[in-house]
């Protein structure tokens, strides 16, 4: 008769694994079907969606009905919990509908998106629209050419003007 194979040791009991049929991988570790479940209802977990906190596993419904998991989400917008799903932009959680330029209200979800200097966002259209520097001669808002996310403009004695609307002579710094 043929000596029987280790695989390793179980990381649930610490004992030997001879039967790979017997065992599973999970979190880069190596345990037997009987020891892979979850710590709440003992439920046994090979091929079934697990999740893991502080190092104890658990089965889909102990994790999302027992308490366990890690607490919700708080929209930085409206404060309010997330409970379904979360759009992270700028390092903060927002609802999908709460991430909204603040001069049109447009949802900004798959959009681009501009932030000021006091961490205002806008779509970007209103952000060139209010942040854009104004002309010197005729006091419009110098903004990007359709299809560009630059303006052309002309700087002459700390103003800037439209190409069009520039009628001095440009002095070169």
Do not use: W
Request: proline residues 4%; contains cysteine; aromatic residues 10%.
């Amino acid at each position: 008769m043929e000596p029987r194979r280790c695989f390793g040791s179980c990381t649930g009991c610490g004992k030997a694994v001879f039967a790979a049929g017997g065992a599973c991988q999970a979190m880069g570790h190596l345990f037997h079907n009987t020891c892979f479940t979850c710590s709440v209802c003992n439920k046994q977990l090979k091929g079934q969606p697990f999740f893991t906190v502080s190092g104890h596993i658990y089965c889909e419904d102990d994790f999302l009905f027992s308490g366990v998991h890690p607490s919700e989400e708080t929209c930085y917008s409206c404060g309010s919990s997330i409970t379904d799903l979360v759009l992270q932009a700028r390092g903060k959680s927002y609802h999908p509908s709460c991430f909204r330029c603040v001069v049109c209200r447009l949802e900004l979800q798959g959009q681009a998106f501009a932030v000021d200097s006091d961490c205002r966002v806008y779509c970007v259209t209103d952000y060139h629209r209010v942040r854009s520097p104004l002309c010197g001669a005729c006091g419009m808002p110098i903004l990007p050419t359709e299809g560009s996310a630059e303006s052309v403009r002309v700087a002459s004695s700390n103003k800037y003007y439209h190409v069009e609307c520039y009628s001095g002579e440009v002095s070169l710094i």
